[in-house]
């Protein structure tokens, strides 16, 4: 038997290497926490609501983190997203960012977050006359504190935005998941996600398709309204990943999509299934499951498209 050499196949694994790398641009800075706390406050960093429900940390955790600031410990750098407009979106250490907002931000960077209350340090050890808020420190260790650098590395917005997906996905650690939908969200917004989000809430999709109440709050629903668009409009085209044909095709939307005919048709084909299933797509169970949804309600849609060009001729 005829041996393969043994560098057979390195200059295609070199070259698949370096053509992912390229899709990949980062930035990387030191910057002070005023600094970060004023971006906040101004909206040039965003973070975004599926983000904001996964701030967990106990105040003596947010307390704990607070004090390796004060004493120089390296914490690890926060993880952003460049837009086009030149703001940065929060891809990880949303706990972090938070727990910096509840202890000195303003007033208006904390409403940004959702945060109503001022931290107060609590159990500190080695620094035990630091419990306490951060307006009632003395004026210069507010500054030392203020001054503070943190590591903030920035994915440029030349990346493409389905790259930007697989980044959220692998760096998304915070202490509840995000749904590949919730992620979604954060990347493609605009009026099409908008859109999803509407829809989601039609009283005859809610009723026609059941889904259990922890789904109700982690972006399922509208996932269901993009699968129904992408299985309607390119069912021919699917290959094998399901997230990746979502992706592209929420991508391709967010650019170009007929809003008025596309919701009239999800509208009128929920009214349809509503009647004729009263109890839901659910087969006697007690959920919708997502391929029967699939098949039932984009098959519906079809139906009224063919009868609507029948009628027409």
């Not at 701030?55 to 837009?83: C, H, K, T, V």
């Not at 922890?214 to 094998?240: I, M, P, Q, S």
């Not at 659910?282 to 499951?289: D, F």
């Not at 098949?295 to 027409?312: I, T």
Request: proline share 4%; aromatic share 10%; charged share 30%.
């Amino acid at each position: 038997m005829k041996l393969k050499p043994k560098s057979e196949g390195i200059p295609d694994l070199q070259t698949q290497l370096n053509e992912q790398r390229r899709k990949v641009d980062f930035d990387s800075y030191d910057i002070t926490v005023q600094q970060l706390l004023i971006m906040v406050e101004s909206g040039a960093i965003n973070v975004a609501p599926v983000y904001q429900r996964q701030y967990r940390w106990d105040s003596i955790r947010q307390s704990r983190f607070i004090e390796s600031i004060f004493l120089g410990i390296p914490i690890p750098s926060l993880f952003m997203a460049a837009n086009a407009d030149g703001t940065w979106e929060l891809v990880d250490g949303v706990q972090r960012l938070s727990t910096l907002v509840h202890f000195a931000g303003s007033d208006m960077a904390r409403e940004k977050l959702g945060i109503k209350t001022r931290l107060e340090l609590d159990g500190l050890e080695k620094l035990s006359t630091f419990n306490r808020s951060f307006d009632s420190l003395p004026k210069s260790v507010q500054l030392h504190f203020s001054l503070r650098p943190i590591k903030v590395t920035t994915l440029s917005d030349k990346s493409d935005l389905i790259v930007r997906f697989d980044l959220f996905e692998r760096l998304n650690t915070g202490g509840v998941a995000l749904t590949d939908q919730e992620i979604r969200a954060c990347i493609y917004r605009g009026p099409f996600n908008d859109l999803l989000e509407r829809l989601a809430a039609d009283k005859n999709f809610r009723k026609t398709v059941r889904l259990p109440e922890a789904k109700e709050k982690d972006g399922t629903r509208e996932e269901y309204v993009l699968r129904f668009f992408a299985y309607l409009h390119r069912y021919k085209k699917f290959e094998h990943s399901v997230v990746e044909f979502l992706n592209f095709y929420m991508r391709d939307a967010s650019l170009s999509f007929d809003y008025a005919a596309n919701e009239q048709l999800f509208r009128k084909t929920f009214d349809l299934l509503h009647r004729a299933l009263p109890e839901g797509i659910t087969r006697g169970r007690r959920i919708t499951p997502v391929n029967l949804f699939e098949a039932v309600a984009v098959g519906a849609a079809l139906a009224l498209q063919k009868k609507r060009v029948l009628h027409a001729a």
